[in-house]
């Protein structure tokens, strides 16, 4: 039997959203495909016009509670995800993540450095966002390092058509620390309605660190393998096995971006407003805890 899709993780980017899947995924009483963590069914038009029944051919073994989808686009894409997901199915939960959205905004383009899709330094990212350059799909998916910490106008739209009480807010700065995860995730399965006193195993994935083989890196990425296996393996295999090697292929040194204080001041204004907003959807004091109070 195929099940539908009745949970949404929907970002947002580099803000613990693969582990979270990864860990409510070993959940008895969830159903998380590994292979769909961020497969943007509903923001991607390639993949969209397949059809939802596409979809949910990934849920056949859904017999439970609990059918999730992670994609961390539908947060930043919010005006076609929204319409869309509540077409698809009206009665979901969504689950957000959230970060300090300039702790966010680093993160993001040290993983696009690591992975081969960045190349410019982050002051240089900025600048060419700014100046409105950014106009392919995949350039405002990876490289708007501010726009996707615009979270209050990408969240609004979300509680508008789905209410505030099916959504629920994690933040990545407890979601990561050991003395509060625990408590976070039975948050989590209390939203959820599934057994809160599930021992998850945390594991922390996707972490923008640096790769230990730069060779194998370029291989992954840049080389063509990937666009030569694409037909020959179906999504389920390629997903988990690109994403077994890559997180084999992450080292243990962090990659670090340093900015100046002119640069971090410039961020704080930009910032500001909207984590103000943020925090009165939320009701979360996220002006304390990202240190944007004056």
Excluded at 126 to 148: M, R, V
Excluded at 216 to 224: L, T
Excluded at 237 to 263: C, F, H, P, V, W
Excluded at 264 to 284: C, D, M, N, S, Y
Aim: positive net charge; charged residues 25%; aromatic residues 14%.
């Amino acid at each position: 039997m195929v099940k539908k899709i009745n949970t949404f993780l929907i970002g947002a980017q580099k803000a613990g959203t693969t582990s979270l899947y990864d860990w409510l995924g070993q959940h008895p009483q969830v159903y998380a495909p590994e292979e769909l963590k961020d497969y943007h069914f509903f923001t991607n038009e390639n993949f969209f016009k397949k059809g939802t029944k596409h979809l949910e051919s990934f849920y056949k073994k859904g017999d439970t509670d609990i059918a999730l989808h992670g994609a961390v686009n539908y947060m930043y894409f919010h005006h076609k995800a929204c319409e869309r997901i509540q077409d698809y199915n009206k009665d979901i939960k969504i689950i957000i993540c959230l970060r300090n959205p300039i702790k966010r905004a680093t993160s993001a383009y040290n993983y696009f450095k690591r992975t081969l899709r960045e190349e410019n330094t982050f002051e240089q990212a900025i600048e060419a966002e700014l100046k409105g350059e950014l106009n392919t799909f995949e350039q405002q998916s990876n490289n708007t390092y501010l726009q996707h910490g615009y979270y209050a106008k990408q969240i609004q739209p979300f509680i508008n058509m789905f209410r505030k009480e099916n959504c629920h807010f994690v933040l990545f700065e407890e979601l990561i620390d050991k003395q509060k995860q625990q408590n976070v995730m039975k948050e989590v399965c209390d939203f959820l309605g599934v057994d809160n006193s599930f021992q998850f195993k945390y594991v922390h994935l996707n972490a923008s660190a640096q790769p230990k083989s730069k060779f194998y890196n370029y291989v992954m990425r840049k080389s063509g393998l990937t666009k030569i296996l694409k037909p020959l393996l179906p999504l389920r295999y390629r997903k988990r096995l690109g994403k077994a090697l890559e997180q084999k292929n992450i080292g243990d040194k962090k990659i670090e971006t340093t900015i100046s204080q002119s640069t971090q001041k410039f961020l704080e204004q930009k910032f500001r407003h909207q984590v103000i907003e943020t925090a009165t959807l939320t009701g979360k004091d996220l002006e304390q805890l990202w240190g944007f109070r004056n």
